[in-house]
């Protein structure tokens, strides 16, 4: 057995990489779960490559943003491997496929950089638990999500403890003691998803998230992400000093001064151009 696992562990393929270099200056890196035949579920093996990709990507300077998403179009994320839970030995087992997805999941929230969940088709247990990881998501009319563990003889941990900072208690409570499946439009309804679009639009729709942030400081980012990351652990006082310590960290490079400068100039020659290139 011990064989058989290392050698799954290695399976690299069920998580795939594309770095893309940007104009705006670094990368982006777009992260596919690569397990069609199964709807993206990911077994365990799948959870700590996706857990070791995303802790080696953390690592990079020259991040910009990561988008998650699922291979084809069936699923984001199917859950994890139902056939590879049924056949646990015993409890032990059991807690240490749990921590693997926490340990994905967790390896998501530490990125530095926005993450973005790209969602199509099926986003099913620790599938949602991915995605409620990510700090936006932006989904399609097709996807159809669900917490559906205690259908299968286990509750719902982990990360799903996160879904009630995004829907609220009580949509959680329906998802976590009845195992139903919702819509896209019903997880837009009560704030799942961020932006909800057709099918044909979700490329673009994910573009428009990844070029805002590539356009802005990505020093500035970096700053926001640590920062949003303070707050869900902070009282609000203590929130609005951490954020005036942040500013004042943002300040400590040219960042600011030379994107404002930037900004500035890009709004004098629109209002030259209104009034004819007379300056006035």
């Excluded at 050698?7 to 990368?27: C, K, P, S, T």
């Excluded at 982006?28 to 365990?44: G, S």
């Excluded at 056939?83 to 967790?106: L, N, R, W, Y």
């Excluded at 917490?147 to 799903?160: D, H, I, L, Q």
Aim: proline share 4%.
């Amino acid at each position: 057995m011990a064989s058989v696992a290392k050698h799954e562990y290695e399976r690299e393929d069920l998580i795939l990489v594309r770095r893309e270099e940007r104009a705006e200056g670094g990368f982006v890196a777009y992260v596919t779960v690569n397990n069609v035949a199964k709807k993206n579920a990911l077994p365990v093996e799948g959870r700590a490559r996706l857990a070791k990709v995303m802790a080696e990507l953390a690592t990079e300077p020259e991040l910009r943003c990561v988008v998650l998403t699922g291979a084809g179009n069936e699923a984001f994320i199917g859950g994890a491997n139902i056939g590879q839970m049924s056949e646990f030995p015993d409890h032990i087992v059991a807690e240490m496929g749990s921590k693997t997805t926490h340990h994905a999941c967790d390896s998501i929230r530490r990125v530095p950089v926005p993450v973005i969940a790209r969602i199509e088709g099926y986003c099913l247990g620790a599938g949602m638990e991915i995605a409620t990881s990510c700090d936006m998501r932006v989904a399609s009319t097709s996807a159809r999500f669900g917490m559906p563990e205690v259908k299968y003889g286990v509750p719902s941990g982990m990360e799903a403890c996160l879904i009630p900072r995004l829907t609220g208690w009580g949509k959680a409570m329906e998802l976590v003691f009845t195992g139903e499946m919702i819509s896209a439009e019903e997880a837009y309804h009560f704030h799942y998803v961020e932006k909800l679009v057709a099918p044909e639009e979700l490329d673009a729709a994910t573009e428009r998230w990844v070029k805002a942030i590539c356009e802005a400081g990505p020093r500035a980012i970096r700053i926001q992400k640590e920062l949003c990351r303070d707050w869900e652990q902070m009282s609000v006082s203590d929130a609005v000093q951490a954020g005036v310590r942040a500013v004042g960290r943002a300040h400590t490079t040219d960042e600011p001064k030379r994107l404002m400068t930037a900004w500035r100039e890009r709004q004098q020659r629109r209002r030259e151009a209104r009034n004819g290139g007379d300056g006035a």
